[in-house]
T-cell receptor
């Protein structure tokens, strides 16, 4: 069964550094999303992407964040200058027929 | 915007008993209500969903009910098994393609 994949599974970085989280959505899916989950808290929406542009974004998704679909398969989330509070699990999701399928996540730790 | 409340935060049941998790939502424009199961270290896995034109949906031991008037929906798991132990999240959105708003989760423990 096709799955959403994410790399890396874990990322440790220093505050102020840039990180890029990578996702390969399920092929033929058209909508892509990034969510995050701070330890012990609910899953929160960051951004959705459709037709090569951002369709919606939350208040969390400020100028430090950007998304890109550089080729036909990858979908990336870039955090330009990481802060301590960016430490969280980041999930990518993709949709077919209005069902969102989530990847396994990238655990980001900012020191 | 939408706000989803979920109760209880933790639930322990004996193997074979039923478990019920309840959620309420605030936005009457929400029409899609999925439930996800999250095991330790993994991403949320969809277990069942319901849309606003349906009041109840069942898939083997799992059922979901929706009351649009009262703005609440519930997950029912019957004949629970130890492998049902996980964190369960409810969510709501306008459609399945729009951003999901999640509840805070329920940690279900099934005791053998």
């Amino acid at each position: 069964e096709p799955e959403v994949t994410q790399t890396p599974s874990h990322q440790v970085t220093q505050m102020g550094q840039e990180v890029i989280l990578r996702c390969v959505p399920i092929s033929n899916h058209l909508y892509f999303y990034w969510y995050r989950q701070i330890l012990g808290q609910k899953v929160e929406f960051l951004v959705s992407f459709y037709n090569n542009e951002i369709s919606e974004k939350s208040e969390i998704f400020d100028d430090q964040f950007s998304v890109e679909r550089p080729d036909g398969s990858n979908f990336t989330l870039k955090i330009r200058s990481t802060k301590l509070e960016d430490s969280a699990m980041y999930f990518c999701a993709s949709t077919q027929q209005e069902t969102q399928y989530f990847g396994p996540g990238t655990r980001l730790l900012v020191l | 915007g939408e706000n989803v409340e979920q109760h209880p935060s933790t639930l322990s049941v004996q193997e074979g008993d039923s478990a019920v998790i309840k959620c309420t939502y605030s936005d009457s424009a929400s029409n899609y209500f999925p439930w996800y199961k999250q095991e330790l270290g993994k991403g949320p896995q969809l277990i069942i969903d319901i849309r606003s034109n349906v009041g109840e949906k069942k898939d083997q031991r799992i059922a979901v009910t929706l009351n649009k008037t009262a703005k609440h929906f519930s997950l029912h798991i019957t004949e629970t098994q130890p492998e049902d132990s996980a964190v369960y999240f409810c969510a709501a959105s306008r459609t399945g393609n729009t951003p999901l708003v999640f509840g805070k989760g329920t940690r279900l423990s099934v005791i053998a």
